[in-house]
């Protein structure tokens, strides 16, 4: 069965400050990997996937994901971040069923002034 | 607007007290689904609906129900709630063209069983 682990559960962090929000998954087959971000009191929304193609992948609010396939990881980064990008962020994996996501427990990123 | 809509956002209730969480989506997508999010354990999918009258189970199934009778609504139903169902739930939405895991959540629905 398709897992994923979400390396830290929160993440300070201060402003202009760069992150990386580790996610690892486990599976014996072709991966797609997403990243959804959820800010406070409200749903999830996508912030980037990886289907095929280029490992480095580049999403909304300029954060971007490298899918590493002999580390099996597909880590979140983002160069400069901002106060509003303070909010849970959870790491995905398309699993066997139909558009069926299984999720990481999330990291809640934190962004101090 | 495109938009997933649940209700009510937050509810308390006791336990063995029938509810309903609504959920309504304008896009005119085929795929529905509804997932819970509890600390610690990310979301996990309850069940899921391919098409208007087709519906399955998901991970965690056990105690809700659910009916797929107009193409754009997909309520949740907890016939006798219980104090483990205290939890978040999200339904989301997407077109059934193609598999690739790009869901539009709704803004959740904070239940509280006591």
């Known amino acids: 069965a398709q897992s994923v682990t979400q390396l830290d559960s929160q993440v300070p962090v201060f402003e202009e400050a760069p992150v990386e929000l580790r996610c690892n998954y486990s599976s014996s087959v072709s991966v797609y990997l997403f990243w959804y971000v959820q800010y406070p009191n409200q749903g999830l929304q996508l912030l980037l996937k990886y289907l095929s193609g280029s490992t480095l992948v580049k999403g909304i609010n300029g954060f971007e994901a490298e899918f590493n396939k002999s580390q099996t990881s597909f880590h979140l980064r983002k160069p400069s971040v901002h106060i509003s990008d303070t909010a849970e962020y959870f790491c995905a994996v398309l699993s066997g069923g139909y558009n069926k996501l299984i999720f990481g427990a999330g990291t809640r990123l934190a962004v101090h002034p | 607007e495109a938009q997933v809509t649940q209700n009510p956002r937050y509810l308390i209730t006791v336990t063995g007290k029938k509810l309903t969480v609504t959920c309504s989506q304008n896009?005119?997508?085929?795929?529905m689904s509804w997932y819970r999010q509890d600390p610690g354990l990310g979301l996990r999918q309850i069940y899921y609906?391919?098409?208007?009258?087709?519906?399955d189970k998901g991970d965690v199934p056990e105690g809700y129900k659910v009916s797929r009778k107009e193409k754009r609504n997909f309520p949740l139903i907890l016939e006798s709630p219980s104090p483990n169902q205290t939890s978040l739930y999200f339904c989301?939405?997407?077109?059934?063209?193609?598999?690739?895991?790009?869901?539009?959540f709704g803004e959740g629905s904070r239940l509280t069983v006591l």
């Open positions: 896009m005119n997508h085929e795929y």
């Open positions: 989301a939405s997407s077109w059934a063209g193609g598999n690739t895991g790009e869901l539009f």
């Open positions: 609906s391919m098409n208007v009258e087709v519906t």
